[in-house]
């Protein structure tokens, strides 16, 4: 099982069946660099533009349309020393006769101290002058290609992945994407040092990283994508409202419970009806996502 | 500041301006033994119908259109050692289509230790032979008469709190609800001895405590209702779909961080976009819960 | 079957189980003057405070929870010559970063030429020269008391009718309302001389109205409200977002086809398939209303 | 300004930037056959699979990204005798708990009378012997290539158009969509005999057509789909929940009345919130589309 060092060429601002960029085996490991969701890489230089352009496609040799991708973020590291966010909360998360009162929308800088994994608005903001945040990297935006032979823009999110925008899809997290054309053909991109629930202002702390991540092919058929951390299960639908997505992540948290866990849907409803948690991704992009997650305290894998 | 110890002679189905059943002075505490949400007592006599019986309307002196009430929930007291939930999640959290493969929905049964305090299935249900879940009490429905003389079902909930169904409403929170009658009028009952996010299969652990509140009034106008918890404030929206209910939380905490953190609008979306949690109050109930929640670790009250 | 001319002496903000101000034998008719939405009647005097007050209730005899109430709109006359609107459509109607564009909210002042039927605004507005509107009058608000004796605003809807603001519910046209409380206890008020599709600046042409209705009670069981105008018959379904409305008006619809034409499930699928018509009620209240209407021409009542 | 006759080698089942299948020159007409919805042609025999298959795409000339593309659908001639429907209404447009009531989906075929211009079940159904519907030719799914170079399944729509199935797409009404790519790149197909509000039953009567449009470039800038038949002018939205994909056709409408007809944001407010018609295209896809229709009679063009 190989380790790859994948340093891309061009970057994509779709999901989708392209020509890939790199192929790999099965389980095989790669190291790459992302740019920020504007384009700009570790350097400060414009290597693309936006929205999330993305390292990849990667064809996993055995990937068939059917399976799942597994991908373990096996590390993020921050490899620049700036970040930026949206400086207003979107309109479509306030009542709407209040979006009259919000300030325009401005870029706003951040500094990451990449010794103490910590970051801080770059100029003072009246009432914030000791908010400093502990970075928590996450990858915003990544997946499979779609079915179909369908490109999708990294702006959104569906059945495959895409731009979800979801705080626990960090270090430590395994995430298994459905396959849906040959060799799965992953992309990765949008790195973010901190965000969160719901990336309201339209943004993470957007920056650069190097991700590493390993890549391998389950024979499991999963409808929407699927996740583990060291302390829970989850499963993620992206839609809108949040309802749908909410619709989406329960339904793919009933079949998982059922096949991998034996509890039909009774039994998975007294699990989920007392303990589940709903996470909000995101609230910003067009399809919403919302997270359906289980204490793996409660499950005993079959 | 009294103790009243408040044995109802009625119970309503409504939250609205009805007769008080008591009246209090302000800081008061009152002690209250609440049925559960089908009308059953602690000996299991059913002492009003559903949905969700309330105690009250308690009369809170001083208190005015435009204020606020302070409840603070000192203590919940499981009296009984059952409690039930419905067996299956309910049809809008699903994929439409999957609703078709639901089996039908049951009452089924819990044992409530109440030295241990822990909950199990009365009947073993295969793959849940060891599920003994803690007790974390929480009051599902409790709020104060709406305005225009309004009284509305307690089966959901609105500016005025109703059953809004939220695990963090538990022993040790506070929570203001916006005044719009004289006296406040404050009902609660409906008490879950453990609720998963979103109550999705239309219950918690139903059944009957013992619950301590102090209430107080605070003069200081909100729209929707706001709490605190050991680490953390939240405001409440309640309406479907989520998006809307995320909506009011979200206008609620930039109106309450602009009024008592000094937070501008630029100010509370840095913090905000960065930090904020959401948490999915119910979807079952014909009005949704989302809170927006923020830790305290990032606010200093001026 | 006797006319009742009915001046209230008192009107309401709340739909809902108040004193009846009237009691009549079924099937008789009532003739009421209705205040405008904001409570001033036909001499330009505030009666009473928005929103939208109502006259009534009033107790049909023999009406019982279970049964429904057969609404026949038989005359609508306009009384007075001015009416007014909102000068911006709602913020909740357009994109979200548009509500930023949009002009402040004033009220416009229409003129009302009872004579000729028609209506214009009462200050001209560039490109607007020549509107003038022809009326189509319509009731805004009306319904029967909501169950568990509710009294709701009457700025929402829900099953028991309410704000609805649908555009058909004018003269000539039927609605049977669910009835959950003895007597009916129907209220009526907030017409409008003419109203767009949504409502969605706010208003129709508010002004007042002689309004002629004739109560029927009929012995049949429904969930939502129905109508039958000359053309079509529609069921009507309150709540948010417009996806929930038009479930619960398609759902009744089936019902209704079931019940009265013979329809079942899949004949019913076929012909609601090819000819349905859905119309937006409102999408500014509290709840929004769709119609679920089909043409009496593919019907033969059983 | 020449006619084409366009006989397809491949179907798509996504509308993106695939190769031209051919060049026309601004303001050329197309004559072209398309499948049906799950890709036979008029002589039964299958071409290409579902969803949707479409004819094209077709490069114009002169059309560059900020351009519309006008659309006149000139003619619609079907050429088969028999269509398809699904026999029973989505899970998603009843009560949720009614998806459990309804019976399981299948096809139903159809007659169709190219000399009458009429359809008919092709099995009696109980209640239904007389249900002979005249046909209403319209395009279901059809539009240009979207942004950003995506290629996205033409089971759903989008700013770009797609699979809209709205009702008044048919013969005698001009569309505009809004060019993101070189050419336009110009596709359609999925066309229906019939259709009611919503295609609530998941297909229209699905036939085979002989489509003739002409296709010209317009330097003007539109954000959503446009329309124009011999009474009314509308603009589309397509997005989840109904209530955003009326956003944005209310936004594109403003705008459009702006630009074209000197009404400013008030004085298009007075005109549409007494006489805008929402139209549901489909609550069935992916996307759900409303459209936003004034009629021609209170409009005049600069």
Redesign the interface.
């Known amino acids: 099982m190989a380790t790859h060092r994948f340093t891309p060429t061009a970057y994509h601002?779709?999901i989708?069946s392209l020509p890939p960029a790199l192929h790999i085996a099965d389980g095989d490991t790669v190291i790459t660099e992302t740019l920020d969701a504007a384009g700009y890489d570790k350097g400060g230089i414009q290597r693309a533009s936006g929205p999330n352009p993305m390292n990849g496609p990667i064809f996993v040799e055995g990937a068939e349309r059917g399976d799942s991708l597994k991908v373990e973020i096996l590390g993020m590291v921050p490899t620049r020393d700036t970040g930026f966010?949206?400086?207003?909360?979107?309109?479509?998360?306030?009542?709407?006769?209040?979006?009259?009162?919000?300030?325009p929308g401005n870029r706003?800088n951040w500094q990451i101290d990449r010794q103490a994994l910590s970051a801080r608005?770059a100029e003072p903001?009246?009432?914030?002058e000791s908010?400093v945040?502990p970075l928590t990297p996450m990858i915003g935006c990544f997946g499979v290609a779609?079915?179909?032979?369908?490109?999708?823009?990294t702006a959104t999110s569906g059945e495959f992945g895409g731009n979800m925008d979801y705080r626990l899809l960090g270090p430590g997290t395994t995430i298994w994407f459905p396959v849906s054309a040959p060799g799965a053909l992953f992309f990765l991109g949008d790195c973010h040092a901190?965000?969160?629930?719901?990336?309201?202002?339209g943004?993470?702390?957007e920056t650069t990283f190097e991700v590493t991540v390993r890549l391998s092919v389950e024979k499991k058929k999963i409808i929407w994508p699927r996740g583990e951390t060291a302390d829970d299960i989850f499963t993620i639908g992206n839609?809108?409202?949040?309802?749908?997505a909410?619709?989406?992540a329960?339904?793919e948290m009933?079949r998982w419970l059922a096949s991998d866990?034996?509890?039909?849907?009774?039994?998975?409803?007294?699990?989920?009806?007392?303990?589940?948690?709903?996470?909000?991704g995101n609230?910003f992009d067009?399809a919403?996502t919302m997270a359906c997650r289980v204490s793996k305290a409660?499950l005993?894998r079959r």
């Open positions: 601002n779709v989708g966010t949206r400086s207003v909360v979107a309109g479509n998360v306030v009542e709407p006769e209040d979006v009259r009162t919000l300030p706003a608005l903001v009246a009432g914030l908010f945040l779609p079915s179909l032979g369908q490109a999708i823009s901190v965000q969160g629930d719901g990336e309201i202002v943004t993470g702390i839609a809108r409202p949040l309802d749908q909410l619709q989406h329960t339904s009933l866990y034996g509890l039909d849907k009774t039994a998975a409803s007294h699990l989920l009806g007392q303990v589940v948690r709903y996470d909000v609230v067009p919403y409660w005993q």
